[in-house]
């Protein structure tokens, strides 16, 4: 059998609908995720594969560029829409590609309608957008939650590209409620970012933190970034909420950092 030119499985809406009519005709489970992909990385390609492995073809739902820069920031994405459809097209694991221009994934959900959802594990059913849940819930959609492959992300790629050092981890912070919330913590030797769901309504500075130079917190349609740059302490996030073995484990690579040792 020839191979497909992978440009064809790139699908506008004109033709996402009749695709998805010929799968259900046909009796074939779909799978559908939807992300930025703005720089595919192991931890992609893991996860896309082992979505596949849900049902019978795979589609992603990838961002517009300016979904993406909604969502992260004016520096993002590197990789053009089409760009990134286009990459993500050429994988054996991924049937088809459809580039969505809403903010979220609704829109591009409700069309498709798809048998089963999955999430890389960065997410949890919490995490995920609540609108997009209530959504699939209702439409009967089975959601999967996939493990993460730990320390593959764009951000640390981007680190590496920078030539600054860092380490990327799973934790988890008291919240409203005193609630545990799970958070991405990366941790370079000048500053610590704090990723988790959005809680804040703007933009926001705040100086003269105890060992911390600044507190900028940046507000997505769905994430926040916290980024708390040290004025050359090693402990820089006690106050704010961390479970004991997370803040000594930040605390333990800045100072190995600072010491010219890198990560433990």
């Known amino acids: 059998m020839g191979s497909m030119d992978f440009a ?5 809406a004109t033709a996402l609908g009749p695709w998805r009519e010929a799968l259900r005709s ?17 931890g992609h390609v893991t996860y896309l594969q082992q979505a596949r492995g849900q049902g019978d073809a795979l589609l992603v739902g990838v961002t517009s560029d300016a979904g993406v820069r909604a969502l992260k920031g004016p520096g993002r994405p590197l990789n053009a829409e089409g760009d990134r459809a286009g990459v993500l097209a050429a994988l054996e694991s ?57 320390g ?72 926040s970034e916290i980024l708390i740059e040290s004025s050359g302490g090693t402990d820089p996030i006690t106050s704010h909420g961390h479970r004991k073995s997370d803040a000594q484990r930040i605390k333990e690579l800045i100072e190995g950092y600072q010491q010219g040792s890198g990560a433990s």
């Open 8 to 12: 064809e499985k790139i699908l506008d």
């Open 26 to 42: 046909a009796g074939r489970k779909l799978v559908v995720t939807n992300g930025c992909f703005d720089v595919l990385h192991l």
């Open 94 to 150: 991924v049937d088809a590609v459809h580039v969505f221009a809403e903010l979220d994934a609704r829109a591009f959900l409700q069309a498709v309608r798809p048998d089963v959802y999955v999430k890389g594990g960065d997410y949890t059913l919490e995490t995920i957008n609540q609108d997009e849940r209530r959504l699939l819930e209702g439409l009967g959609v089975k959601i999967v939650i996939l493990p993460e492959v730990p």
């Open 152 to 223: 593959k992300s764009t951000s640390a790629l981007l680190r590496k590209i920078n030539t600054m050092p860092s380490e990327t981890f799973q934790a988890s912070r008291w919240t409203r409620g005193n609630h545990l919330f799970p958070t991405v913590v990366e941790v370079t030797d000048k500053a610590v970012a704090r990723r988790k769901r959005s809680w804040f309504k703007k933009d926001e500075m705040s100086v003269g933190i105890n060992k911390v130079a600044s507190v900028h917190i940046r507000t997505g349609l769905i994430w």
